[in-house]
Antibody, heavy 124, light 108 residues
């Protein structure tokens, strides 16, 4: 069964750090980019970060640049999100997702596998 | 960044109703547009990709249309399991993917 399982969410004080993990199973992890998406309470979905198959290319949304770092361990089928200098506005459920692609006249990416999410609360 | 705007933000409908949700991009995104369903406490679920291709396993009452800047998600006959929030998402920008703000479908 294709599956993503996140862990590491917790209550942390403003300015603190947290490391989220996502373990993949049921598919060839090294074939895929991987993505972090979050949903703050009462808000919509927001892409946080993308990382290429070999980790050589990464993208971050502006609001987390310089504070969050995504990485992966392909030997362990694992994805990570190191979150530093946390702010109240980082409070959210964080999902890891697998972007698949189909080629028509270009590569069309879409997130077809999602984890159940892990909750991060930043509060004093 | 490409901004995605959905309308309406919420709607009330009855079982059996035809429902249309619109998504507009701030610039042309060709057909690089996906639709997701989100229920409270659950992971998002992919419904439609590349504007109109139905994801495997998704009921055929869901359909997508549009290209350029204007897109529509249609539910042909609303079912009890369809009450949820729906999001569009563009994948035109390399890696800088953005979502619409969501449309909540509620029971009338």
């Amino acid at each position: 069964e294709v599956q993503l399982v996140e862990s590491g969410g917790d209550l942390v004080q403003p300015g603190g750090s947290l490391r989220l993990s996502c373990t993949a199973s049921g598919f060839t992890f090294t074939n895929y980019w991987m993505t972090w998406v979050r949903q703050a309470p009462g808000k919509g979905l927001e892409l946080v970060a993308n990382i290429k198959q070999d980790g050589s290319e990464k993208f971050y949304v502006d609001s987390v640049k310089g504070r969050f770092i995504t990485s992966r361990d392909n030997a362990k089928n694992s994805l990570f999100l190191q979150m530093n200098s946390l702010r109240a506005e980082d409070t959210a459920v964080y999902y890891c997702a697998r972007p698949s692609s189909s080629y028509f006249y270009g590569y069309f990416y879409y997130m077809d596998v999602w984890g159940k999410g892990t909750a991060v609360t930043v509060s004093s | 960044d490409i901004q995605m705007t959905q309308s309406p933000s919420s709607l009330s409908a009855s079982v059996g109703d035809r429902v249309n949700i619109t998504c507009r991009a701030s610039q042309s995104i060709n057909r690089y547009l996906n639709w997701y369903q989100k229920k409270p406490g659950k992971a998002p679920k992919l419904l439609i990709y590349a504007a109109s291709i139905l994801q495997s396993g998704v009921p055929s009452r869901f359909s997508g249309s549009g290209s350029g800047t204007d897109f529509t998600l249609t539910i042909s006959s609303l079912q009890p399991d369809d009450f949820a929030t729906y999001y569009c998402q563009q994948s035109y920008s390399t890696l800088a993917w953005t979502f619409g703000q969501g449309t909540k479908v509620e029971i009338k």
